[in-house]
C-alpha cells in the first residue's frame, strides 16, 4: 500500500464548477499537507500547505486536512479554464531525521472546460 | 530566468549509454533534491542533499548517482541507461528553516529523457 494515495483522474468539469480533489494517507507521522499545481511541460509549484485539522483558505483555493482520518482535500470554487492542469498532494515531517523529504500522491489531472 | 535550471529539457538515448541530467540554482538554497515523475506513479524521490558534503538516498535510489559540485549545482547519472528509466525528471531545491517549518520545494521546468 501506498503511503498517500489521490486519485489519477482524469477530471473534467465545466467553468464555474466546484471541485474536489482528494488524498488519503496511512503514515499518521506526517505532521504538514501541501498542495502543489503543475501546468503541462511545467514542474510543480506550491499551491498552499497547512499543518493543522481543519480548513486553510486563499482565495477560490481552500485546504482541508482531517488527522483522525487521515484525509486530505482541495477543493476549487468558481474554477476557471486557467485551473486545468496536475494536482499533487504531499505530506512531510516538521523534524527528525526524515525532515526534508516529501511524499507525493500520484496527481489528479484536472480539465476545466469553459 | 529561472531560479531552477535543468539541463538537458530533451534527451533521447540508447540502452546502455551513461547519462547526466544537470541542475543549477540561483536561490541560495542548500538543500537539492532529484525525483522522477511517471505517469500514475506521481513523483518519487532519487536522491537529495542537504549540503555540499551530505548525500542521501532517495526511495528509488538504485540504478543512478549524483553528484553536488557546489551548493548550487547538482547533476544526476545514469551510468548505463536502461528503457525502465525512461521518465520524467525534476530537480528541486528548498530552503532548511531550522526543522520547525515545512519544506516547500522550488522545481525545475523537467529534463524528458527517453531511453531505447
Known amino acids: 500500500q501506498k503511503e498517500v494515495e489521490q486519485d489519477p483522474g482524469p477530471l473534467s468539469v465545466p467553468e464555474g464548477a466546484i471541485v474536489s480533489l482528494n488524498c488519503t494517507y496511512s503514515n499518521s507521522a506526517f505532521q504538514y499537507f501541501m498542495w502543489y499545481r503543475q501546468y503541462s511541460r511545467k514542474g510543480p509549484e506550491l499551491l498552499m500547505y497547512?499543518?493543522?485539522?481543519g480548513n486553510k483558505e486563499d482565495g477560490r483555493f481552500t485546504a482541508q486536512v482531517d488527522k483522525s482520518s487521515k484525509y486530505i482535500s482541495l477543493f476549487i470554487r468558481d474554477s476557471q479554464p486557467s485551473d486545468s492542469a496536475t494536482y499533487l498532494c504531499?505530506?512531510?515531517?516538521?523534524?527528525?531525521?526524515?525532515?526534508?523529504?516529501?511524499?507525493f500522491g500520484q496527481g489528479t489531472i484536472l480539465t476545466v472546460h469553459p | 530566468d529561472a531560479d531552477v535550471t535543468q539541463t538537458p529539457r530533451n534527451r533521447i538515448t540508447k540502452t546502455g549509454k551513461r547519462i547526466m541530467l544537470e541542475c543549477s540554482q540561483t536561490k541560495g538554497h542548500d538543500r537539492m533534491y532529484w525525483y522522477r515523475q511517471d505517469p500514475g506513479l506521481g513523483l518519487r524521490l532519487i536522491y537529495y542533499s542537504f549540503d555540499v558534503k551530505d548525500i542521501n538516498k532517495g526511495e528509488i535510489s538504485d540504478g543512478y548517482s549524483v553528484s553536488r559540485q557546489a551548493q548550487a549545482k547538482f547533476s544526476l547519472s545514469l551510468e548505463s541507461a536502461i528503457p525502465n528509466q525512461t521518465a520524467l525528471y525534476f530537480c528541486?531545491?528548498?530552503?532548511?528553516?531550522?526543522?520547525?517549518?515545512?519544506?516547500?520545494?522550488?522545481f525545475g521546468a523537467g529534463s524528458r529523457l527517453t531511453v531505447l
Open positions: 504531499a505530506m512531510g515531517y516538521a523534524g527528525g531525521t526524515s525532515y526534508g523529504k516529501l511524499t
Open positions: 497547512t499543518y493543522s485539522s
Open positions: 528541486a531545491t528548498s530552503e532548511r528553516t531550522g526543522g520547525s517549518g515545512a519544506n516547500v520545494l522550488t
